[in-house]
C-alpha cells in the first residue's frame, strides 16, 4: 500500500443551496411535498431524484406536467490525490 492509502481520511461535507421557482406556485402548489425548513444529508453515491412518481423520487413536485423523474442530481467528491 501507498502511504496515500494508509492515511487518514477526513470527512467534509458540502452544501448545495437551491432555489425554486414556478409562475403559478400560489395555485399549483406544485413544491407542497418538499420541507424547505428542514436540512437533509444525501449520500454522494446516491442521486437526488424530483419528479412525480413517489416510489423512486426522494423529492415529489406536484403537478401533471411534471415527468415521473424531472431531474436528478448526481453528487461527487473530486479526489485531490494525484498518482
Known amino acids: 500500500m501507498t502511504s496515500y492509502e494508509e492515511a487518514e481520511t477526513e470527512e467534509t461535507a458540502a452544501c448545495l443551496h437551491m ?3 414556478h409562475p403559478c406556485q400560489d ?3 406544485m413544491f407542497r411535498c ?3 425548513c428542514k436540512r437533509e ?3 454522494a453515491d446516491e442521486m ?3 419528479g412525480r412518481d413517489p416510489n ?3 423529492y415529489n413536485l406536484v403537478d ?3 415527468s415521473r423523474i424531472q431531474f436528478s442530481l448526481q ?3 473530486k479526489s485531490t490525490l494525484s498518482a
Request: glycine share 0%; hydrophobic share 40%.
Open 19 to 21: 432555489t425554486f421557482y
Open 27 to 29: 395555485d399549483k402548489m
Open 34 to 36: 418538499l420541507n424547505f
Open 41 to 43: 444529508q444525501v449520500r
Open 48 to 50: 437526488a431524484k424530483f
Open 56 to 58: 423512486i423520487c426522494h
Open 64 to 66: 401533471t406536467r411534471v
Open 75 to 77: 453528487f461527487y467528491r
